[in-house]
């Protein structure tokens, strides 16, 4: 069984840092791209960094310049440090394999080429003053 779960969310003030952590299970995780998304209620859930199995990251342009993808093939983990945290970063963030920019929601089932996977339960961020 396929499972993420994810830590380190929580309240933080405009500015602020936050470090998310994601542990994943169920799969080849050294030879699988790994992603986070974020999820505002009654959104989409978008894909905001990518990083692939040979270490390159990528961003979306909302969030360049002050979060940073990270892995560690040996614990099966990736990490998002988030920096100078904006009131817009509020969501629920998810990690899970890339498939989609913006899927409709981070819950339930997803299909990647590895198979079924089951979405965790994500980590809530909050960030307001």
């Known amino acids: 069984e396929v499972q993420f779960l994810e830590s380190g969310g929580g309240s933080e003030q405009p500015g602020g840092s936050l470090r998310l952590s994601c542990t994943a299970s169920?799969?080849?995780?050294?030879?699988?791209?790994m992603g986070w998304y974020r999820q505002l209620p009654g959104l989409p859930c978008n894909l905001i960094s990518i990083i692939e199995r040979g270490g390159r990251a990528s961003y979306d342009d909302s969030v360049k310049g002050r979060f940073t993808i990270s892995r560690d093939d040996a614990k099966n983990m990736v990490y998002l440090q988030m920096n100078n945290l904006k009131p817009e970063d509020t969501a629920v963030y998810h990690c899970?394999?890339?498939?989609?920019?913006?899927?409709?929601?981070?819950?339930?089932?997803?299909?990647?080429?590895?198979?079924?996977?089951?979405w965790g339960q994500g980590t809530q961020v909050t960030v307001s003053s």
């Open positions: 899970a394999t890339p498939h989609g920019g913006r899927v409709p929601s981070c819950s339930g089932d997803y299909y990647d080429d590895g198979g079924r996977k089951s």
């Open positions: 169920g799969f080849t995780f050294g030879g699988s791209d």
